[in-house]
């Protein structure tokens, strides 16, 4: 026993330093490609990116199957899990079937099998080769994850892989769910990646590949699995990556600007009633009230007019449009509520938006969202870039200035959460418990409710709330949410205030939600620690005062 635990002290060194072993991340810059040294908490050295650099390809296989199959207009069957392989742990339960989007999320390697999909090898090959892309892209049976590929070579793909902005609006998904959904606290909308693992003689290696939301191509390997280096290394990497302006900025927005302010003319530069069409540079308004207001126009702003008199719309690309709400509705500052702003800003048009044409129609008035009828601010732009794509799948969503509500995000309290340290999905989690940020094409909640559960615990609380009230460190929640519990034990998330439990089918479940509930309610004091104390209350207030 002693040999053994001197052993262990003895490796304890070699433990630590391999957790601050750091990870790699290559990718292109005006200036050339780079290479930097991520440590887990920031950039631990920046250098050219050596071209002798070499990384097992792993999973990526899979980004050029996809890019082939989406390129050339395959219309493969689904795969089906019958429960025959092992693999399909990472495509589908048995019985269900994956397409093409899931199974490049998901990293369905059988989805992806050259063999399944009947792809030719000299048709890949001439596909690839007039694309002037290396042997171990052309060639099928080198197109494998012990493929050894320099990381240049690499990039070079990436930057112009086929069907890029198609793989690009999917692969957000990975971040999202990466690191049991803690990822996009640090990484927003920024990262469109495939990630990939491989271990050789014992020793792993993981990291991920693809594009910044902009297309920049990046790479990144370290020591682990690629979850684990997600994880490990997350923040540093939110950290180190800029928030560049996205290649596809989202559908066009038309907005009826002043829509509950009748215009009575619009003036341009010289003081001229503007021409009718398309506008630029500064314009003034004048309403009938007799307001007058300047206007700037990059050719965005369309001038109509009618019997009942002018009129103005705008028709801006989506995240344009998020950023001119954030600056006539709030602010860019301070930057976690800003987010969480503009989070709510993307839902609210998502959930609210007419199809019109090619464009989604929405009112700029204070039913609906005010819009700035001038570009964004390089602020706003900033916030909106970083937050690119993300909307709130599980519930509808609104907000105000300064009043809290069911489902609406207060401004002034989601600066004051920020000033606390909170970043922006758990300002969002406090203001809508039962939704989760999720991809604006494909919103998927990650709660699913259990509204009789969360109904009893709400009725609950008010019979328990005498005898909670007298315990130290019991604060009751403003906002909750109950959620289906998939596997486990149950558990609480605190960041998001949500409570994982199975149901209300029993006398064991009841224990169970108040028991969670409680680990919720006395989070800021060590009683929410002390689990003997909470199982003891839970069955107490089971026990004695529910009826």
Sequence with gaps: ???????????????????????????????????????????????????????????????????????????????????????????????QSIERDAALVKSCGLYFQPGRLGIDGDVWRQYWQARQAPAWVAHLDRLAPQTDVPVAELLDQLQRLPA???ARKVLLDVSLAADAGRAPAALGGRLRVKTWSWDEGGKREGGFAGWLVDGTPLWLGGPGTSKTVLARYGAAIGAALPA??????????????????????????????????????????????????????????????NAQGPRLTARLSREEYVARVLDREASATPPEAAKALAVTIRTYLLQNGAPHGDCLSIDDSSQRQRVAPRPASEGARGIAAWTADLVLAGGTVTYHSDEAG????????????????????????????????????????????????????????????????????????????VCRLGSGRPYVDRERQRIYVRGLYSLQDRLDLTHEYLHLAFQAHPNGQDEGYVESLARRLILELSP
């Design 1 to 95: 026993m002693r040999a053994r635990l001197a052993w262990l002290i003895a490796l304890l060194p070699f433990c630590a330093l391999a957790a601050q072993e750091p990870a790699q991340l290559a990718w292109r810059t005006a200036q050339g490609d780079e290479l930097l040294r991520i440590g887990t908490q920031q950039v631990m050295g920046r250098q050219p990116l050596p071209a002798d650099l070499r990384a097992p390809l792993g999973s990526l296989w899979k980004l050029f199957v996809y890019a082939w199959l989406s390129d050339t207009g395959q219309q493969e069957p689904a795969y089906r899990c019958r429960g025959d392989d092992k693999e399909e742990v990472y495509c589908c339960d048995t019985g």
């Design 164 to 166: 890029q902005e198609q």
């Design 406 to 481: 069911p489902s609406r995000l207060s401004w002034r309290d989601a600066q004051a959460q920020a000033a606390q340290g909170l970043r922006y999905d758990a300002i969002l989690a406090r203001a809508f418990p039962r939704t989760s940020l999720s991809r604006w094409s494909n919103p998927i909640a990650a709660c699913q409710p259990l509204p009789d559960a969360e109904r009893w615990l709400q009725k609950q609380r008010s019979v328990w709330r005498s005898r909670l009230d007298g315990e130290p460190g019991y604060e009751e929640l403003r906002s909750f949410a």
């Design 244 to 305: 560049p302006w996205p290649s596809d900025p989202g559908r066009c927005v038309a907005v009826s600007l002043f829509s509950r302010y009748p215009l009575q003319e619009v003036y341009d530069v010289h003081g001229r009633p503007a021409a009718a069409g398309v506008l630029r540079g500064r314009q003034n308004v004048l309403f009938t009230n007799g307001v007058r207001l300047d206007v700037n126009s990059s050719g965005d702003l369309f001038l109509e007019r």
